[in-house]
Each structure stands twice: as C-alpha cells, then as structure tokens.
C-alpha cells in the first residue's frame, strides 16, 4: 500500500495518515446506523490528523497505545479499537 500524505482540514500544517483496516472492521463499522457511522468518520480524520477524538479512553490490556472511540446514537453505543502510534498509519482493530 502506497502511502499518501493529504492535508488535514482541521490543522494544515498536519498530514493526514492512511487508515488500516484489520479483519473484518471495516465491514463492522458499515453495518452501524449512518449516523454513528458520519461520528465515527469524523473522530477517526481527528486520530488521522493527529489530534485525540472527543470521547476515548486507552485500552492498555490489549496493548500499548490502543485506544477506544465511543460514539452514543439513538441506537446504542458502538465503539472502535484502534491503534495510531504507528507511522504508517492508523490501524482499526475492531468496532463494535
């Protein structure tokens, strides 16, 4: 996979990384209400550009730097693991 730097909206002078979806996550978060889908969206661009979403908390028994988007609909609360430390880019572990 080629890496592509874009500009972030949010900050310009910060790039945005690649996001990696691992397993079946991708599939996962398109299974979610649209409107938690647009919320996760905008938080994972935040993480992209190098900024912490609005809600998170860190997941440190499943590893370091692991970390948690929670999103609240109508529909429940839906939730993605996610690692950014990495350079290459933003891995997306699984969403729930």
Same mark, same amino acid.
């Given at each position: ?6 500009? $972030?909206?949010?900050?310009? @002078? ?9 397993? =079946?996550? +991708? !599939?996962?978060?398109? &299974? ?16 992209? $550009?190098?900024?912490?979403? @609005? ?9 370091? =730097?692991? +970390? !948690?988007?929670?999103? &609240? ?24």
């Amino acid at each position: 996979m080629p890496h592509i730097a874009y500009k $972030c909206e949010i900050w310009h @002078k910060a790039f945005v990384k690649p996001v990696i979806w691992m397993g =079946g996550s +991708r !599939e996962d978060v398109r &299974r979610f209400p649209e409107t938690a889908q647009d919320s996760l969206g905008f938080e994972l661009y935040r993480v992209q $550009c190098g900024f912490d979403p @609005k809600d998170w908390k860190p997941m440190t028994g499943i590893g370091t =730097g692991v +970390r !948690e988007i929670r999103v &609240r609909d109508e529909a429940g609360i839906f939730r993605m693991i996610y690692l950014a430390t990495r350079p290459e880019g933003v891995y997306v572990l699984h969403c729930f």
